[in-house]
């Protein structure tokens, strides 16, 4: 795999990350109230909500481009990084706890996908 592609496969699993993270703080902070259709409301015209669409748009339009220059054996155990990455960002980014058998699965998927490219 070229440098190109291994580039625009870490954008797609940055942009992936980046798409639930934001989605995620946008729900945190929509104003919770009596009705869910008010929150809802709150979600989708907020920023948080726009990051993570555009950043879903681009991931799947870049998903589409790397699936044609890379063999899907390598590509696909590459997205695993999304299941690390979401939750250590999430830990340092959002507050969330992240526990000692967490760590461990992190540190298992990431030796995983580095097994699987190299």
């Known amino acids: 795999m070229n440098i190109i592609n291994w ?8 942009f ?3 798409a ?7 729900l945190y902070i929509s104003t919770p109230s009596n009705e869910a259709s008010a929150s809802i409301r709150n979600l989708i015209f907020s920023r ?3 990051i993570w669409f555009i950043c ?11 699936l044609r220059t890379v063999p899907l054996s390598q590509a696909f155990p590459v997205l695993g990084l999304m299941y ?8 340092y980014l959002l507050k969330e706890k992240v ?3 967490q760590w461990l699965g992190i540190s298992i998927i990431i030796a995983g996908v580095i097994l699987v490219v190299h």
């Open 48 to 50: 948080y909500f726009i």
């Open 7 to 14: 580039l625009n496969l870490m954008l797609v699993v940055l």
């Open 16 to 18: 992936g990350t980046v």
């Open 99 to 101: 526990v000692l058998s």
């Open 56 to 66: 879903y748009g681009l991931m799947t339009l870049l998903w589409l481009y790397v």
């Open 84 to 91: 690390a990455l979401i939750p250590i960002a999430s830990h």
């Open 20 to 26: 639930n993270l934001s989605l995620k703080y946008g």
